[in-house]
């Protein structure tokens, strides 16, 4: 069963950082393309941004292109996000999934919220 488990949100002030957490299991992580999306209130989930199964690819969002970055650790299989010079239009419900331009499983994890206030 795929399972998605996101952690690390909260609130922060703008100008502030914060790093997400991905736990995953169910599938291969290890060799597996993955992505975050987020969806804030009112709006449609969108891509953040994603890496390829070998670190070397990876595919931002226009938005957040030089403040965010992805890494994993295989050995734990969790993916993370680095998230610097958060802004209020950050604000938002944080998911993680496999694939690198779309998710590639129906299955999504609860989310965790970012919150930056101005």
């Known amino acids: 069963q795929v399972q998605f488990v996101e952690s690390g949100g909260g609130l922060v002030q703008s100008g502030g950082s914060l790093r997400l957490s991905c736990a995953v299991s169910?599938?291969?992580?290890?060799?597996?393309?993955m992505s975050w999306y987020r969806q804030a209130p009112g709006k449609e989930r969108e891509l953040v941004g994603g890496i390829s199964g070998d670190g070397y690819g990876r595919n931002w969002a226009d938005s957040v292109k030089g403040r965010f970055t992805f890494s994993r650790d295989d050995t734990k299989n969790i993916f993370y996000l680095d998230m610097n010079n958060l802004q209020p239009e950050d604000t938002a419900v944080y998911y993680c999934?496999?694939?690198?331009?779309?998710?590639?499983?129906?299955?999504w994890g609860p989310g965790t919220q970012v919150t930056v206030s101005s």
């Open positions: 169910g599938f291969s992580f290890s060799s597996s393309d």
């Open positions: 999934n496999a694939g690198y331009w779309s998710p590639k499983f129906d299955a």
